[in-house]
């Protein structure tokens, strides 16, 4: 793995890793690589509000008009498990490699990441100080979540990244109104207007290269790094989500 780009080759590929590859500069797509040649990731589905599976009611204003992390291909895969969805219009997709990375390459997101590696990296959503969980615990937390559901794309609560990062982790925000544990996410200022109606994609890209946080707000948003995040169970997410709501 390359030390800069953490750009990996399909042969380095272990399974439960934390991949993603570059969608546009900025930004990038996330998902959790669990065997056989496949990934499972989340994506904006593009479906209206209210419609429900696990969290629908904890997840805050989802954006409904932006791409997302990923537009669905013109060109239909030639692999039978490819695009599946287990939960109608989740956005909880099992993909293979090639639909995944599309035309790009393959990276390693890096965990248990140093501070100075953290801080040195001038793009967000490639590395936390945060710890993994063993494969089998990711892989089940992902294939629980492709199963059931995971809940609506947000900009800045709940994309590609939080996803992975939940599913290597088990970690999740106490914050009901501040989840944002994803590295891109916590590298841009969001606007009222971000929040409503762009996708991640188009407003990290905006905002990475002109007015990126500082350093030191970063490290503190970093999920290895914040105060208000503990482990939930993937059994217990969508109990645990609607009693932060009551609070
Ligand atoms: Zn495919």
Redesign the pocket.
Known sequence: MGLISQKIERSELKDGDHIYNWRMPGYTHHGIYVGEGKIIHFVNPKRKAGDGNLLTKFIGSSSTSGTGGEQE?KTP???SF??LEKVAGSGVKL??????IKKGSLHRFEYKASRTFLLAKMVGGTCTTAESDPPEEVIHRANYLHENGYGKYDLINNNCEDFALYCKTGLWSTDKWYQGRSGQANMIHPTSQDKKDKDLGESVHRYATAIPRSFSKRQNKDLGLREDVVKVPVEELASFCASLLLK
């Open positions: 291909e895969c030639s692999k490819c695009k993909s293979c490699i090639d639909c995944f």
